[in-house]
């Protein structure tokens, strides 16, 4: 093959032959026609590059407008799910607060209603309701963000006082235990009330500390409440004093006194429950007869036994 140029350049021929044949073929171009094909190629390959470009941005735009559009959608059924399970939460903490507060009142606590009416108050003032939700979900975000803290902080506040509560009324209950609140003798009948009285052997209005229970000769006498045994007394002078005496000592200020024991049944130091024997009835010291006087102090004030019989 061989290129001859002409003398002008205008045109190009192409000439190709063979070394061993005579024939030949030769191809002639006009440059101008050339640069033409050129010029033209390229702008239907920048054309066909451009658009494929606006074709894939488009088809992108619109793959992005759906996932956004699903998104959204999403997103709403969500909030609308967290905003119901929100107010439900409320509601049902609105109860736990209120039964609080009663339980409050009775473990003498006081209330903490002020803290959670301002965390209430956050709740109920706002907009949560979302009849239309917003598109900025950024602000949305951040308003279920503080309705969810408000939340968080009346539970944590429900939960401490609730602890305190329990612990009182396992204090209480502990009291309970301790405090005189049963008759030492079962069926018995107050036959000497509590306060001013005659006293049978000396004939002088006294004051008479505890009750006399009507009890036969050696019948079962009970401790009140449990606590410790802190004072006996075996030996004993006739008409004086309660002779055989148990004096139990119930913490919280209680102590209780068992006199004209015919019996003791315990000894000083021993841990007794309520319910449990202490000794048996009978008439030593100063007594007229078989019977029990029962005796009931509070912080060294002695209290009438008639107002801690429960039973």
Known sequence: MRITRPSRLDKIRLIF???????????????????????????????FFWGSVSVSNSLYRH????SLAKTNGYLK?????????????????????????DLEVLVGLTSSSADSQA??????????????????????ADKMSAYLS??????KNASVVQGVIENRFLQAQKKIKHI?????????????????????????????????????YGTKIYSAAAGTVEFTRERYRLNK????????????????????????????????????????????GRATGPHLHYEVWLNSQAQNPED????
């Open 17 to 47: 032959f063979s070394t061993g044949e005579t024939e030949f073929r030769q191809f002639e171009f006009s440059l101008q026609r050339v640069l033409l094909w050129i010029v033209a190629a390229s702008v239907v390959m920048s054309c």
């Open 63 to 66: 793959n992005t407008d759906n």
């Open 77 to 101: 059924k969500k909030i609308v799910s967290l905003q119901g399970n929100i107010e439900s939460l409320d509601n049902k903490l609105a109860t736990l607060e209120d039964d609080t507060e």
């Open 119 to 140: 965390n209430k108050n956050l709740i109920n003032g706002s907009d949560l309701v979302l009849a239309s939700v917003p598109v900025d979900y950024d602000y949305q």
């Open 150 to 155: 408000a939340l968080e902080s009346r539970v």
């Open 180 to 216: 005189p609140s049963i008759k030492p003798v079962l069926g018995a009948r107050v036959t000497d009330k509590f306060g001013i009285r005659k006293d049978p052997f000396v004939e002088r209005v006294k004051h008479h500390k505890g009750i006399d229970l009507s009890a036969r």
């Open 241 to 284: 004093g309660y002779g055989r005496v148990v004096i139990m000592n119930h913490g919280y200020g209680y102590k209780t006194l068992y006199g004209h024991l015919s019996k003791i049944l315990v000894k000083p130091g021993q841990k007794v429950k309520r319910w449990e024997l202490v000794g048996l009835s009978g008439d030593t």
């Open 308 to 311: 801690y019989i429960l039973n």
